[in-house]
């Protein structure tokens, strides 16, 4: 019974340090991406859509590299969602659509700030 309290501190210290190691990682990477999108956003705006059209292919490679860790970390559902929302956002920036492409980037810069604060270990998460 003795050795038994120290391994379930133990445990229970191992599984916050990996959740706020894995909270630090999605956060860090989230806003990377947001950063990408900020730059897209302008491009969008200010028509440049060939600038545009390069750094979402460049987004988009980040996001094939990034996806695969965050699959380890939150549901699949939401990862889902980005690539959804990612393609549509490649789509319409192909098409020209200004205003298809700035709600679909929302829709992205949301999903991407979204996620962090899911998997923050706060008590409302825990329960």
Do not use: C, Q
Request: glycine share 0%; proline share 2%.
């Amino acid at each position: 019974m003795k050795h038994v309290v120290p391994l379930i501190v133990m445990i229970i210290i191992l599984i916050i340090f990996v959740d706020i190691a894995s909270y630090k990682y999605l956060y860090t990477s989230s806003n990377s991406m947001e950063e990408k999108l900020h730059v897209i956003e302008k491009d969008i705006k200010n028509g440049n859509w060939k600038s545009a059209e390069t750094y979402v292919n460049d987004l988009e490679k980040t996001w094939d590299k990034v996806s695969s860790k965050w699959a380890i970390l939150i549901e699949h559902r939401e990862i889902d969602d980005i690539d959804m929302s990612l393609s549509k956002l490649k789509s319409f920036i192909d098409s020209k659509n200004k205003d298809l492409s700035l709600a679909e980037l929302k829709t992205l810069k949301e999903l991407y700030n979204h996620i962090p604060s899911n998997e923050k270990l706060t008590l409302e998460n825990i329960l």
